[in-house]
């Protein structure tokens, strides 16, 4: 029904990887539920491993404890896991390694089980000891611009508009320079698919999408914070 619509005949040889794509950025009742699933056994795991984690410990050690956590809680796998610390906070894509977490730094960990083959993206910042007033200010921004676009996003709207109701109030904090990606992604049986949070992207948003909302702010030398929420379209 969905080629008929799209004026697709089965006697033509065409490449239908976009429509499917397009499809797929709808979820279904039982797909939204994996999601939540995945993101309930993800919360879980990070409540109790910030309990046990603290400065002094390396990368890779608070990682390999959030993925037994999440393992321990449900999950069929692992679909994500950064955790960065320090000045490496501000690499967005950057590696986990055996740096170690000192106090007064930022500890950034993005991460998501997965559920019945499904995941949870989530990223949460850090700090043990006292952040500096920079600090402060730019997760103070960050928090806001999650918020911002959270309670804008909505049936209707465009992919472009999500993206700039968060810039603006990263902008206005006086962080935009430092704002370097897209506002989020879609989320389904991959951890990154339609639709693209970004401006310039007009698609709109209808109920049953599922998306990350990250806004984040890099700064070199100092660090970067990013706050990740999975949400869903409804009616």
């Known amino acids: 029904l969905a080629f008929k619509k799209a004026g697709i005949s089965s006697r033509n040889g065409i490449d239908i990887g976009g ?21 309930n056994i993800s919360e879980a795991a990070l409540e109790v491993t910030m309990q046990w984690a603290k400065p002094g410990m390396t990368e890779r050690q608070i990682a390999d404890k959030l993925s037994a956590e999440m393992t ?10 950064l955790v960065l610390t320090g000045e490496k906070s501000g690499l967005p894509h950057g590696n986990t390694g055996d740096r170690v977490w000192g106090e007064d730094e930022f500890l950034l960990i993005d991460f998501g089980a997965k559920y019945n083959d499904y995941p949870a993206d989530i990223t949460r910042t850090f700090c043990v000891g006292e952040p500096t007033d920079q600090m402060r200010a730019m997760y103070k921004a960050v928090y806001e611009a999650n918020l911002a676009a959270r309670e804008f996003a909505r049936p209707g709207v465009t992919c472009h508009d999500v993206d700039r109701v968060a810039r603006q109030v990263i902008e206005d904090a006086g962080f935009g320079e430092y704002f370097i990606h897209r ?4 989320l389904g049986l991959s951890v990154h698919e339609l ?23 890099y700064i070199p030398q100092v660090g970067g914070v990013r706050i990740e929420d999975n949400v869903v379209v409804t009616d």
């Open 19 to 39: 429509l499917l794509l397009s499809m797929r950025s709808q979820k279904a009742d039982d797909e939204v539920a994996n999601i939540q699933q995945a993101v």
């Open 72 to 81: 321990e809680r449900g999950a069929q796998g692992i679909a994500f896991m």
């Open 183 to 186: 506002l989020g992604h879609g």
């Open 195 to 217: 639709p693209n949070i970004v401006g310039g992207n007009k698609t709109v948003l209808e109920p049953g999408m599922v998306f990350t909302i990250e806004p984040g702010v």
